[in-house]
């Protein structure tokens, strides 16, 4: 992730800002924004985001705690950024899309999370996640945004342009100065060019598992990923992010009482997370019950 030693300071001045703006509707048009409410869904995002937030020794944590705090933290900090730009300015349809993202990530609030979501849906807007798409390239990034008419995938680079990649060779998130990307991570996706576009009339099932969110469609699309890795999909396989999960360990007792016992830790991904996205988007755009929703599955995989 980039890196800005003054993040704390412009956090700290951008959330001093006071007073509420007036009208009702929602606009991704920056000049109809108020700037210090427009600043906070963009800027202050960016820095929130991308502060770092965890050290090298870090990764020999085993039980991921330091980890889970560092995502709490950062949830913590985007949906109070959000709520502090959309109470500056109720127009900033950023904000409101953050929001509502935001309250179905931590699982706050179900009811006010739907009454978001629609009204973004209800303006033309997105509400946007980041993801790894498994079936594409499990070392790439894609924006994901589901709208009122359906799901679409972008690529990581078509929103930030020069993909920078970090350990691993995954992506690391930009700086403020990626302005189409937190635009974008907005629902404010302006001429960005969707990699594919699924409507809900063509989806028939949404499934939870550990670690994704399975989408699943007739009409088969093509997806490329930054790397050049092209699948043909009859489903999105998605792990959202915003949640991890935890590890549970396993001890096996030796036969031999002189041998120390084994220990096995085994991944547990998010499943009541994956579950929450699916059933709050299933109320919204299919309050018919026409798509699927068999049980989650919870488990070492997906």
């Known amino acids: 992730m980039a890196r800005t030693s003054s993040a704390p300071v412009v956090l700290a001045v951008l959330l001093s800002s006071g007073g509420l703006a ?5 606009t991704c048009d920056a000049a109809q924004i108020r ?24 990764g020999f944590d085993a039980t991921l705690l330091t980890h889970r705090e560092a995502l709490d933290d950062l949830n913590g900090g985007a949906l109070a950024i959000a709520e502090r730009a959309l109470a500056l300015d109720p127009r900033n349809l950023l904000a409101r899309s953050q929001v509502a993202r935001q309250l179905v990530i931590d699982g706050l609030d179900g009811g006010r999370a739907r009454d978001e979501i629609r009204r973004v849906f209800d303006a ?34 078509e929103a930030v342009g020069a993909v920078v990649r970090g350990a691993g060779g995954v992506p690391e998130f930009p700086g403020p100065e990626a302005s189409a990307f937190w635009r ?15 409507p809900w009339d063509d989806v028939y099932e949404m499934a939870a598992g550990n670690y994704v969110v399975d989408v ?15 699948r043909t999909l009859r489903a999105l396989k998605m792990a959202l992010h915003g949640a991890m999960g935890t590890v549970e360990y396993l001890v096996s007792p030796d036969s031999r ?46």
């Open 216 to 230: 699943k469609f007739r009409t088969p699309v093509s997806v490329a990923g930054d790397r050049g890795r092209r």
């Open 184 to 198: 974008a991570w907005g629902g404010c996706l302006d001429a960005l060019r969707p990699e594919a576009e699924i």
């Open 124 to 157: 033309g807007g997105a509400v946007v996640w980041t993801a790894t798409l498994y079936d594409v390239d499990a070392r790439d990034y894609f924006l994901v945004a589901f709208t009122a008419h359906g799901v679409a995938v972008y690529r990581f680079g």
């Open 22 to 26: 007036e009208g009702q509707a929602l």
């Open 257 to 302: 009482p002189w041998r120390p016992p084994s220990v096995r830790g085994i991944g547990i991904g998010p499943t009541a997370y994956q579950d929450r996205i699916r059933r709050t988007l299933a109320a919204i755009v299919d309050p018919g019950g026409r798509i699927a929703l068999p049980k989650a599955r919870r488990g070492a995989g997906w």
């Open 35 to 58: 700037a210090d409410s427009y600043r906070l869904a963009t800027d202050a995002q960016a820095l929130n985001v991308t502060r770092p937030r965890t050290d090298w020794w870090d």
